[in-house]
T-cell receptor
Framework: AQRVTQPEKLLSVFKGAPVELKCNYS??????LFWYVQYSRQRLQLLLR??SRESIKGFTADLNKGETSFHLKKPFAQEEDSAMYYC????????????????FGTGTRLTIIP | KAGVTQTPRYLIKTRGQQVTLSCSPI?????VSWYQQTPGQGLQFLFE???????NKGNFPGRFSGRQFSNSRSEMNVSTLELGDSALYLC????????????FGEGSRLTVL
């Protein structure tokens, strides 16, 4: 079965310090991986996709197939980064095309200390 | 564009009853997925619909069912409710299939007494 592991339930970081949220996945070919974020009293929303290779709100995530990891990083934490972060991977499903099933990790609650 | 809308937002049921939750996706989105969120199990996939067809189903008992209408609106039903069904049920829609880019609703919080 596909698994996504986020080893830290809680993470506290001082404002201005670097942030790293860990995510590991069970090996299976070429995964499509995502980070979703839920800010206080807001909906769960997509933060970034590994396939886009983009930086959103200063966050980046690199897929490391050798270590089966997809850690989320930001060099300087800001107070508005406090939120719940979920790592997720796409699939599997019975269809090769258009499968929208996401398998989520259990999430990491990030708190930025002023 | 209006976001994903879920109704009702909160509901309380007793064991043995059934419940129907509704989801209106973002206009133009044809894929609708449902997830159950609990403190113990986190976010778990229930099922996904596209053009009125269930394309994928999670590992839940047959008491959990769903459907999608021609206007892409979706409903999920849970019959013979159990205490363990208490959860936040999230609906998500997608406009670009196969991308994993989901837009979530605020959820329907079900409490089973």
């Amino acid at each position: 079965a596909q698994r996504v592991t986020q080893p830290e339930k809680l993470l506290s970081v001082f404002k201005g310090a670097p942030v790293e949220l860990k995510c590991n996945y069970s090996y299976s070919g070429s995964p499509e991986l995502f980070w979703y974020v839920q800010y206080s009293r807001q909906r769960l929303q997509l933060l970034l996709r590994h396939i886009s290779r983009e930086s959103i709100k200063g966050f980046t995530a690199d897929l490391n197939k050798g270590e089966t990891s997809f850690h989320l990083k930001k060099p300087f934490a800001q107070e508005e980064d406090s939120a719940m972060y979920y790592c997720a991977r796409l699939g599997p499903g019975p269809h090769n095309f258009g499968n929208e099933k996401l398998t989520f990790g259990t999430g990491t609650r990030l708190t930025i200390i002023p | 564009k209006a976001g994903v809308t879920q109704t009702p937002r909160y509901l309380i049921k007793t064991r043995g009853q059934q419940v129907t939750l509704s989801c209106s996706p973002i206009s133009g989105h044809r894929s609708v997925s449902w997830y159950q969120q609990t403190p113990g199990q986190g976010l778990q996939f229930l099922f996904e619909y596209f053009s009125e067809t269930q394309r994928n189903k999670g590992n839940f008992p047959g008491r959990f069912s769903g459907r999608q209408f021609s206007n892409s609106r979706s409903e999920m039903n849970v019959s013979t409710l159990e205490l363990g069904d208490s959860a936040l049920y999230l609906c998500a829609s997608s406009g670009r299939v196969g991308t994993g880019e989901l837009f979530f609703g605020e959820g329907s919080r079900l409490t089973v007494l």
